[in-house]
DNA sequence: GTTCTAACA
DNA sequence: TGTTAGCA
């Protein structure tokens, strides 16, 4: 299981930037971050005794979405609305995506995806790959 | 040098 | 929302 210690070592749950660090790699301002946080729209943590805040990956990411939709000229509001059910896509795909995923497994020359079991049965196991198009194939076997 | 809060020619 | 002031 060495392989889970690694992959919660560089899980992106550890990242944490600072306001400043945020605000250059979104193009927000500090001041709009600030504002965005006392109206709840994102959440920063602040350490026991630090003062500063620090926003988490998941926060970052809903900054990412959030200068997005704004972008396109939309109300912060809207944007809000907006970035809050893509993020709850993203979370939820995300969860899928680790809850299948069981390994790879070489075969025929290719990389094959073990996605588990397909049936409740538990008999037959749901392989993909991706084709030289960018398409998912699917093989049950 | 960075972040914080509060306030506004 | 930008900017500035005065702190920590």
């Known amino acids: ?14 990242y944490i930037f600072r306001i400043g660090e945020v605000s250059k790699m979104t193009d927000v ?12 729209y994102i959440h920063s943590v602040r350490s026991e005794k630090m003062a500063t805040r620090v926003f988490d990956h998941k926060n970052f ?27 709850a896509e993203v979370s939820l795909t995300h969860d899928m995506v680790i809850a299948m995923h069981h390994g790879f497994v ?11 079991y397909f049936d409740d049965k538990k008999q037959k ?13 699917y093989l049950v076997e």
Not at 1 to 14: G, Q, Y
Not at 125 to 137: A, E, I, P, T
Request: glycine share 6%; no cysteine; hydrophobic share 30%.
């Open 61 to 87: 990411v809903m900054v990412k979405l959030i200068k997005f939709y704004l972008d396109q000229d939309y109300s912060l509001t809207v944007s809000i609305s907006k970035a809050r059910k893509r993020m």
């Open 29 to 40: 301002s500090p001041r709009q971050l600030r504002y965005w946080e006392q109206k709840g």
């Open 1 to 14: 299981m060495e392989d889970k210690k690694f992959i919660e070592s560089l899980n992106e749950k550890n």
């Open 125 to 137: 196991r749901l392989y993909g790959y991706l084709n030289d198009d960018g398409h998912v194939s």
């Open 106 to 116: 070489e075969k025929d020359g290719k990389t094959l995806m073990d996605m588990g």
